[in-house]
């Protein structure tokens, strides 16, 4: 084949699904949220969001953790901006809705809401079209994508057990990295302001177990949750580099990059930072400051899919690679997988055990599941998330419904 014919049959498959698909309208919007992680028996943190068109299809978006101020907003306010648009138009209602709420300081609830919207019309342009999610924005780059374990409380405490875990993932799934966060007890002792080489010594214990271990053979990644201010986490960074750490992950509080530049020259171990921050133009400022060296961003806070793939394009213009954050509900692992599937430069992504082996089983017909410490995106339309009927009817979901 000639290579101008060839090039337009490579998209040849999209664009007949696009021609294809349904001319559509959203008609109604519901929100799904428990007021306790109690309340089920997968650990509810969330708020799910369906949006249906009158063509029968709907898509799913996720956000969290504060379930009835984000239901609240999705109906009083986003509401107005999807009932009778074309839910393909995702970039265009994601500009309106994000215009309107800058009104009154975009970020927080506000940029949550933008996600979890934004993740549902992905889900449900995909749907449309017949297919994955990861097919729309560039295809298969990553036929799987390496995980790391974060050790949410499941069997064993990483404070004082972390080799059992490491162990299980290892031999269990193949993962060969562990994130660990040894140092938040000390920063709660001590209201964040000041850390002793007492306190040093006694979180360094995971480390230390670690290494004898497994030696070099495993990946240790340090999570401090934003806890310390620069002198603290100066100290910090000296006392772990004897165990090299990956990363030192979001040491300082969010928006502080010029101190997160300080950081960067005093230790050699890489930071990664972003987890919390929404936006692109915060992620712009981050980057143009050189302190990280992993961009990280939850896509049901960052502002969706369609905001972390503009946000990984402006790392990868840095020549820096996306680790996403995960640890949350189960849509924000389906999608973050299609997003790494087709970008070019992961260099990891989060996953924990307890949610493949505990939570998501009972709530999912198609949990994914690490094999050979890699997970591959299902080659369903969307982004493939089956959820079991009986979850959306549970006893004690909050339901609430918007109609045209």
Same mark, same amino acid.
């Given at each position: 084949?000639?290579?101008?014919?060839?090039?337009?049959?490579?998209?040849?498959?999209?664009?007949?699904?696009?021609?294809?698909?349904?001319?559509?309208?959203?008609?109604?919007?519901?929100?799904?949220?428990?007021?306790?992680?109690?309340?089920?028996?997968?650990?509810?943190?969330?708020?799910?969001?369906?949006?249906?068109?009158?063509?029968?299809?709907?898509?799913?978006?996720?956000?969290?953790?504060?379930?009835?101020?984000?239901?609240?907003?999705?109906?009083?306010?986003?509401?107005?901006?999807?009932?009778?648009?074309?839910?393909?138009?995702?970039?265009?209602?994601?500009?309106?809705?994000?215009?309107?709420?800058?009104?009154?300081?975009?970020?927080?609830?506000?940029?949550?809401?933008?996600?979890?919207?934004?993740?549902?019309?992905?889900?449900?342009?995909?749907?449309?079209?017949?297919?994955?999610?990861?097919?729309?924005?560039?295809?298969?780059?990553?036929?799987?994508?390496?995980?790391?374990?974060?050790?949410?409380?499941?069997?064993?405490?990483?404070?004082?057990?972390?080799?059992?875990?490491?162990?299980?993932?290892?031999?269990?799934?193949?993962?060969?990295?562990?994130?660990?966060?040894?140092?938040?007890?000390?920063?709660?002792?001590?209201?964040?302001?000041?850390?002793?080489?007492? $306190?040093?010594?006694?979180?360094?214990?995971?480390?230390?177990?670690?290494?004898?271990?497994?030696?070099?053979?495993?990946?240790?990644?340090?999570?401090?949750?934003?806890?310390?201010?620069?002198?603290?986490?100066?100290?910090?960074?000296?006392?772990?580099?004897?165990?090299?750490?990956?990363?030192?992950?979001?040491?300082?509080?969010?928006?502080?990059?010029?101190?997160?530049?300080?950081?960067?020259?005093?230790?050699?171990?890489?930071?990664?930072?972003?987890?919390?921050?929404?936006?692109?133009?915060?992620?712009?400022?981050?980057?143009?400051?050189?302190?990280?060296?992993?961009?990280?961003?939850?896509?049901?806070?960052?502002?969706?899919?369609?905001?972390?793939?503009?946000?990984?394009?402006?790392?990868?213009?840095?020549?820096?690679?996306?680790?996403?954050?995960?640890?949350?509900?189960?849509?924000?692992?389906?999608?973050?997988?299609?997003?790494?599937?087709?970008?070019?430069?992961?260099?990891?992504?989060?996953?924990?055990?307890?949610?493949?082996?505990?939570?998501?089983?009972?709530?999912?017909?198609?949990?994914?599941?690490?094999?050979?410490?890699?997970?591959?995106?299902?080659?369903?339309?969307?982004?493939?998330?089956?959820?079991?009927?009986?979850?959306? $009817?549970?006893?004690?979901?909050?339901?609430?419904?918007?109609?045209?």
């Amino acid at each position: 084949m000639r290579r101008r014919a060839f090039l337009p049959a490579l998209a040849l498959p999209l664009v007949v699904a696009a021609r294809a698909a349904p001319s559509t309208k959203i008609t109604r919007i519901e929100t799904f949220y428990w007021q306790s992680r109690d309340d089920a028996d997968f650990w509810p943190h969330w708020t799910w969001i369906r949006v249906h068109t009158d063509s029968g299809h709907f898509g799913i978006g996720e956000t969290y953790p504060y379930g009835e101020t984000e239901a609240s907003l999705i109906h009083t306010q986003a509401a107005r901006f999807l009932m009778g648009r074309d839910p393909t138009d995702i970039e265009r209602i994601w500009a309106d809705m994000y215009h309107q709420f800058d009104y009154r300081v975009a970020g927080g609830t506000e940029m949550r809401v933008i996600s979890a919207v934004d993740l549902a019309l992905w889900d449900l342009t995909g749907k449309l079209l017949d297919a994955p999610v990861y097919r729309l924005i560039g295809g298969k780059s990553n036929p799987s994508v390496r995980i790391y374990n974060t050790c949410f409380p499941h069997k064993y405490d990483f404070n004082k057990e972390p080799e059992q875990i490491m162990r299980e993932v290892k031999e269990a799934y193949g993962v060969q990295a562990i994130k660990i966060w040894p140092f938040d007890g000390a920063a709660r002792r001590n209201q964040r302001q000041f850390i002793t080489d007492a $306190d040093i010594d006694a979180a360094l214990f995971p480390l230390r177990k670690l290494r004898e271990n497994f030696g070099s053979n495993i990946e240790i990644l340090l999570e401090f949750h934003s806890n310390w201010n620069l002198t603290s986490a100066i100290r910090i960074a000296k006392a772990v580099e004897p165990y090299r750490p990956m990363w030192l992950e979001d040491m300082l509080m969010p928006g502080n990059f010029h101190q997160y530049r300080q950081l960067a020259e005093a230790t050699p171990i890489p930071l990664t930072i972003g987890e919390r921050m929404g936006g692109r133009m915060a992620f712009q400022q981050l980057l143009e400051t050189r302190a990280a060296k992993y961009v990280m961003f939850d896509v049901c806070w960052c502002g969706g899919l369609s905001e972390a793939r503009k946000i990984a394009a402006m790392a990868e213009t840095y020549q820096l690679p996306i680790a996403p954050h995960t640890a949350g509900g189960p849509l924000l692992f389906y999608a973050s997988t299609h997003l790494t599937t087709a970008a070019t430069n992961v260099w990891i992504q989060e996953s924990c055990q307890r949610f493949y082996e505990k939570d998501w089983p009972a709530m999912l017909a198609n949990p994914i599941v690490p094999r050979d410490g890699v997970v591959t995106a299902p080659d369903l339309p969307g982004f493939g998330m089956q959820v079991k009927p009986e979850v959306w $009817d549970h006893p004690k979901v909050v339901r609430r419904v918007t109609e045209a």
